[in-house]
């Protein structure tokens, strides 16, 4: 059950016209009272005598009687909607749900003889309107403040007492929803997402490419967005707003958005700490090579599942908004045909980056320095690597996801959900053609190889092995117990780290996947074998490039 309170409005009239009126697509069907504060509210749905004027008059009495006392905008609107896979209830039940939203916010508190007046309208089978005017019997308004959070509060409470679906909850810190009107203008322009959804997205992959805040207007300006920056009298910058070159309102200018109505971390203020510069640290080494960017971002984000499970809070949330920026980067260096389930993963961790946990930056700027580095070389022409990389942020998404749940945050967990599938999905495609080189490669050994290498599966998991063994993947997995044990590590205590995490249990095949873990972790050249070769990817220029329609990239 959901409840949605509107700005406070100034006509009451107004308001009852458009609840007993045939909506905006003939959707209201039999407009009707179910309660009011008195019980005998005119009621021009079912009563011929009553009329619109009579009920706005009633409503409004005691605003007249306040004059100057009463609120300009005294109207307080609040719709409450219940699942669609809900039992209908009766006008009834709705009556008593009413009263106790209004109870809860603090409009009409229960027993109070001097309380707003009130009505609810039933217009759907689905959900109410409660209409109240802001002025008590005493001519003194309603105590309501924090409204929202006390009526959402209820409802939970009525979703377990009436046996309806339990809606997963949230703690005020996710993105602003577009408007219906924005959706609408959104359709009329030929669009999936509204402009402020494509300018959320641009904005959020701007912050995860660039290197500085000036360079961060200069990738939102490149990707055809309108940037405008407010300063301080002193000239230091206050903040910025943005706007899509095509999106005007009534009179032909700029609808604007600042970056705190995109997103709350997306203020100035918060892109400035996140990009503020720290000391570079020395390329990592494995095993005596040079790490690449895109491996060091492996490293990082194969980390993140340990990070969250021993670090404190503010360091685990700093880590879950830097792996944002990770998947937020992927669809402008990943091949053409992976990006749209790469951008849905971005577009649904986008709520899970956030909670009321304060992060700590400053403990997850390896990963961020390595994220910025992708984007400015060249993608690997070698498929593994990509991968071996959507491998990792898996198993990190997933523990963010197992990171939210534990603290009750419900919106994160199940935002962390729904990225984990589109990101399982893009890993499988990443996967098919590398993995099908290490398994012909596998196919290749000898049988007393296989022999060699099946007995240290059965060493190092036993309780796996013959699932593994058995599996149409084995002999790349194979392949791979023999490339690490050529670079000189031990493959069973390699095998035995590669299956802790916990996403494993949700793997379809348990022995591709500790197939890429076996190569991340040991550090095995990850190139494709002779006369093969890996999915080619068209060289890309140095400087990030962002385009400002990302439609594809949906809430």
């Not at 500085?212 to 009298?233: C, K, M, N």
């Not at 971390?265 to 990009?275: A, G, T, V």
């Not at 490293?299 to 809070?313: C, F």
């Amino acid at each position: 059950m959901i409840t949605k309170i509107g700005k406070a409005g100034a006509n009451t009239h107004g308001v009852l016209r458009y609840l007993y009126g045939s909506g905006r697509a003939n959707e209201h069907t039999d407009p009707h009272l179910v309660a009011s504060w008195d019980g005998f509210a005119p009621d021009p749905g079912r009563d011929e005598s009553a009329t619109l004027t009579q009920l706005a008059t009633v409503l409004d009495l005691r605003v007249k009687q306040a004059g100057d006392r009463a609120p300009e905008k005294h109207v307080w609107h609040c719709s409450v909607r219940a699942a669609p896979e809900d039992r209908i209830l009766t006008d009834d039940e709705w009556a008593v749900i009413a009263r106790r939203i209004l109870n809860a916010t603090g409009i009409a508190p229960a027993g109070d003889p001097d309380a707003c007046r009130w009505v609810a309208v039933r217009h759907a089978e689905d959900h109410i309107h409660i209409v109240a005017t802001k002025v008590r019997g005493d001519l003194t308004p309603p105590r309501n403040w924090n409204d929202f959070p006390r009526a959402d509060k209820e409802c939970a409470a009525i979703e377990k007492e009436y046996g309806l679906r339990q809606v997963v909850r949230g703690d005020r810190t996710a993105s602003k929803r577009p408007t219906r009107a924005e959706q609408e203008k959104a359709l009329r322009a030929g669009h999936t997402a509204t402009p402020r959804e494509r300018l959320r997205a641009t904005v959020r992959t701007s912050v995860a490419a660039a290197t500085g805040t000036e360079e961060f207007f200069t990738i939102l300006r490149s990707a055809g967005v309108l940037v405008d920056i407010q300063h301080f009298p002193s000239g230091d910058i206050r903040g910025y707003k943005v706007a899509l070159p095509g999106d005007k309102n009534a009179k032909g200018e700029p609808v604007w958005f600042s970056g705190s109505t995109l997103g709350p971390d997306l203020s100035y203020p918060k892109i400035r700490e996140r990009l503020t510069p720290t000391e570079s640290t020395p390329t990592g080494r494995h095993s005596g090579r040079r790490r690449s960017a895109w491996q060091q971002v492996t490293d990082e984000a194969a980390r993140i599942p340990d990070v969250l499970a021993q670090a404190d809070d503010a360091v685990g949330q700093a880590h879950i908004t830097v792996l944002a920026e990770t998947l937020d980067a992927l669809p402008l260096i990943a091949p053409a045909s992976y990006k749209p389930q790469l951008a849905q993963a971005a577009a649904a961790f986008e709520r899970a980056s956030r909670s009321r946990i304060r992060a700590r930056h400053q403990q997850a700027q390896a990963t961020r320095r390595a994220i910025k580095a992708i984007v400015r070389e060249p993608a690997p022409k070698d498929g593994a690597l990509l991968a071996i990389l959507l491998d990792a942020l898996l198993m990190a998404v997933v523990a963010a996801q197992h990171w939210h749940h534990t603290r009750h945050h419900d919106q994160q967990a199940e935002a962390a959900r729904q990225a984990a599938e589109h990101l399982r999905a893009a890993y499988q495609a990443a996967a098919v053609q590398p993995l099908t080189v290490i398994h012909q490669r596998g196919l290749r050994l000898t049988v007393t190889v296989q022999q060699r290498q099946a007995t240290i599966v059965r060493q190092a998991l036993p309780a796996l092995a013959e699932q593994i063994l058995t599996e149409p993947g084995w002999p790349a997995l194979a392949a791979a117990l023999t490339d690490t044990q050529a670079a000189g590590h031990d493959p069973a205590a390699l095998l035995t780290q590669a299956a802790r995490h916990r996403e494993l249990a949700t793997a379809t095949s348990l022995s591709e996947v500790l197939t890429w873990r076996l190569h991340r972790l040991g550090g095995l050249d990850p190139q494709p074998a002779p006369h093969t070769t890996g999915t080619p990817t068209p060289p890309r220029a140095t400087t990030p490039s962002i385009h400002a329609d990302r439609s594809r990239r949906t809430r």
